[in-house]
């Protein structure tokens, strides 16, 4: 776990609009281990130095860079199985608008700037925007980034993320992955998921659905837990893939809300296991 301040995350005018802390939640050393308890690992995964929940308020909007084609049906079946489990607190829809997006080829080739930050807009009052080349400005609250280790370094650099983090990523056999997030007064504002191209499809399926849901609201990971798949370890059954989602139902259904109780999400969790 990281904090910065809103001058880091979105410069001194926005920080200035926007006032106090951001948390920023990316890849960790020395992650909690698993507790050997299913509702106390969720509770290891689900707080903060605050001991509180970072939540959207509201339905986050997802772009998937990438040049990877099977990324497109894989992040789409994941969508899906979210949107279609979690009860949304929004309204019709639990997530936002799904895009996808070809990265620009020759990246960096061009004179032209090129951007992925956070920026002021967007229903909480910031979101990501993602200019990669003169056609490609965009808006988001989530991006996803799959792609070739070189590609997925240059658009590490844009974000921002620690060349040590980068590092490890390009230097994993079978690809890496992780994801950085922010958020302010427990509202969820703005996230970040780097993928490099794993091998073989239920690799980057893996990859793509632990990083995809630990944005919606889970901090970190239990460290070896055999409970859930933020675990630190890629690999994940039937029943830890039906526990990730029982968490996130918890962490939206429960009605904690953002910056709310992690003991209203866990409890909510221990019914839901009892069903």
């Known amino acids: 776990m990281m904090e910065k301040t809103m001058v880091d995350v979105l410069g001194p005018r926005l920080a200035a609009a926007l006032v106090t802390l951001a948390l920023l939640t990316g890849p960790t050393a020395g992650d909690p281990q698993t507790t050997g308890d299913l509702l106390e690992d969720?509770?290891?995964?689900?707080?903060?130095?605050?001991?509180?929940?970072?939540?959207?308020?509201?339905?986050?909007?997802?772009?998937?860079l990438h040049n990877e084609p099977a990324v497109v049906e894989v992040m789409r079946d994941i969508y899906q199985e979210v949107e279609e489990a979690v009860s949304s607190p929004f309204g019709d829809r639990f997530l936002g608008e799904l895009i996808f997006a070809s990265v620009p080829e020759g990246l960096g080739d061009g004179d032209a700037p090129m951007k992925i930050r956070m920026a002021r807009g967007g229903p909480s009052g910031?979101?990501?925007?993602?200019?990669?080349?003169?056609?490609?400005?965009?808006?988001?609250?989530?991006v996803v980034v799959v792609a070739d280790r070189p590609t997925v370094a240059m658009l590490n650099g844009l974000w921002g993320v620690e060349r040590k983090y980068t590092r490890r990523q390009m230097e994993r056999a079978r690809g890496g992955c992780f994801y950085e997030a922010n958020s302010l007064n427990g509202v969820k504002f703005g996230a970040y998921i780097a993928i490099a191209t794993p091998v073989g499809r239920d690799h980057l399926r893996l990859c793509v659905r632990e990083e995809f849901l630990q944005v919606l609201?889970?901090?970190?990971?239990?460290?070896?837990s055999p409970f859930f798949s933020f675990n630190n370890h890629l690999e994940a059954s039937a029943e830890q893939e039906s526990n990730d989602i029982a968490l996130i139902r918890a962490?939206?259904?429960?009605?904690a809300g953002p910056g709310g109780s992690p003991d209203v999400v866990i409890?909510?969790?221990e019914t839901l296991s009892t069903e």
């Not at 290891?44 to 509201?58: G, M």
């Not at 910031?126 to 989530?142: F, G, H, K, N």
């Open 42 to 64: 969720a509770r290891i995964i689900v707080t903060s130095d605050k001991d509180d929940v970072r939540l959207w308020a509201h339905p986050p909007r997802i772009l998937v």
């Open 126 to 142: 910031a979101e990501v925007r993602v200019a990669l080349s003169p056609e490609m400005d965009l808006r988001t609250d989530i």
């Open 217 to 224: 609201g889970p901090l970190q990971d239990a460290d070896g």
């Open 251 to 255: 962490l939206y259904e429960s009605g």
């Open 267 to 269: 409890d909510y969790l």
